[in-house]
Every structure is written in structure tokens, then in C-alpha cells.
């Protein structure tokens, strides 16, 4: 399914784990800036950040199939499916007031993707750069 246009110019994406049993839409423009983080968790996951305003996340089923995990500050909410293990999203401690989705996640891709490095190795040097992706950009 293509993304489809909403009342404020962004498109909607839907996503899910791997079973179907989690399911998420997400809103975001059609040119996107994802991170690629080379932390110890990103990595073994392969997780492409996009971090959206939590206003433009909607979890549409799957809930309680969802086992979290938190670790070193317990500030990230981890997320994974119960049933297949799949990390579509989760609460960013860089954004603890947004969501972070994972691109590959989606059930569709928005056309335009520029995937930046990020440092996570050295997280606390970096994670200021990415206070800003949670917020709702003015226009």
C-alpha cells in the first residue's frame, strides 16, 4: 500500500512485526531523514531510525503482544513483538516524547530516503543532534 495524504500535507505509512500481530500507521513527509546507528542494539538489529512526533504515530492493533525492554538509564522503551521478535518502533531516549520507527518496518517506503550516520557508540557526545526530530516542525 502507498502512503496516502493527510489533512497536513504529510503522508501516512502503515507498518508491523513480521507476524502481523503489531500493525502502525505513521505520518511523515514523502522525503524523509533516517538515522543508521552503529550503537550495540541498533547494530545487531539493523534498526533505520525515523523519529516522528508521537502525534504522528497511531499503534492500530498488537498492544498486548508488545514485551518491552529497558536498559543502562531506562529512559528508551524498547519494543518488540511477542511473537515474532520484531522491533517496529519504540520510545527514544534521545526523544522521550516522540516515537521511533523503523523504516524497514514499513509496509511501504516513502520515495525520497537520505540515511545519515550516527554516532551511538558515543551516544552522549551526539544525542543532542537529534532533540529536534520529535518536535512539531512549524510551517
Known amino acids: 500500500m502507498k502512503g496516502v495524504v493527510t489533512l497536513e500535507g504529510k503522508m501516512k505509512y502503515h ?3 513480521h507476524c502481523g500481530a503489531v ?3 505513521v ?3 514523502e522525503e524523509i531523514e533516517v538515522e543508521d546507528c552503529n550503537c550495540s542494539v541498533c547494530s545487531k538489529f539493523g534498526f533505520l531510525h525515523l523519529i516522528v512526533p508521537k502525534d504522528d504515530f497511531k499503534l492500530l492493533c498488537g498492544e498486548q503482544n508488545l514485551i518491552e525492554y ?3 538509564t531506562g529512559v528508551a522503551k524498547h519494543l518488540f513483538c511477542g511473537t515474532c ?3 517496529p ?3 527514544p531516549r534521545s526523544n522521550p516524547d516522540g516515537i521511533d520507527v523503523n523504516v524497514r518496518c514499513l509496509d511501504s517506503r516513502p520515495p525520497r530516503i537520505n ?3 550516527f554516532d551511538g557508540q558515543n551516544w552522549e557526545s551526539n544525542a543532542a543532534s537529534l532533540a529536534h526530530k520529535s518536535k512539531r516542525s512549524r510551517v
Open 70 to 72: 529497558r536498559f543502562n
Open 27 to 29: 505520518q511523515c513527509g
Open 89 to 91: 518502533f519504540y520510545v
Open 15 to 17: 507498518g508491523g512485526c
Open 85 to 87: 521478535g520484531a522491533k
Open 115 to 117: 540515511i545519515v550516520d
Open 23 to 25: 500493525k502502525f500507521e
